[in-house]
């Protein structure tokens, strides 16, 4: 059983900050790409930033130069760090994790914390 557990949401003006966390648990061995995804109202969900166990990462254009995202391998986090938030940023904001065993890739997520930028 693998969780994920996100933090670090709130509201926030904007031009703020916030920075999001989530923890991985459970059993495993290794966890290979990690990202966050965001889903705003009436919209699909989206990739924000993905890292990989390599620590490359990629950001969706909406986000670049303000987002940033990173990994601690020691103590199964990612990290997502939001600055100049704008209101269009404003979603429940999710974490997820791949592993691969074998031939069967696996993918979990979190439950989502809430992101608000408003004035």
């Known amino acids: 059983q693998v969780r994920l557990v996100e933090s670090g949401g709130g509201l926030v003006q904007p031009g703020g900050s916030l920075r999001l966390s989530c923890v991985v648990s459970?059993?495993?061995?290794?966890?290979?790409?990690m990202g966050w995804y965001r889903q705003a109202p009436g919209k699909q969900r989206e990739l924000v930033a993905a890292?990989?166990?390599?620590?490359?990462?990629n950001y969706t254009d909406s986000v670049k130069g303000r987002f940033t995202i990173s990994r601690d391998n020691t103590k199964n986090t990612v990290n997502l760090q939001m600055n100049n938030l704008k209101p269009e940023d404003t979603a429940v904001y999710y974490c997820?994790?791949?592993?691969?065993?074998?031939?069967?890739?696996?993918?979990?997520w979190g439950q989502g914390t809430q992101a608000i930028v408003s004035p």
């Open positions: 890292i990989s166990s390599g620590y490359n990462t």
């Open positions: 997820n994790a791949h592993r691969i065993v074998g031939a069967t890739a696996y993918t979990n």
């Open positions: 459970g059993t495993f061995f290794v966890i290979n790409d």
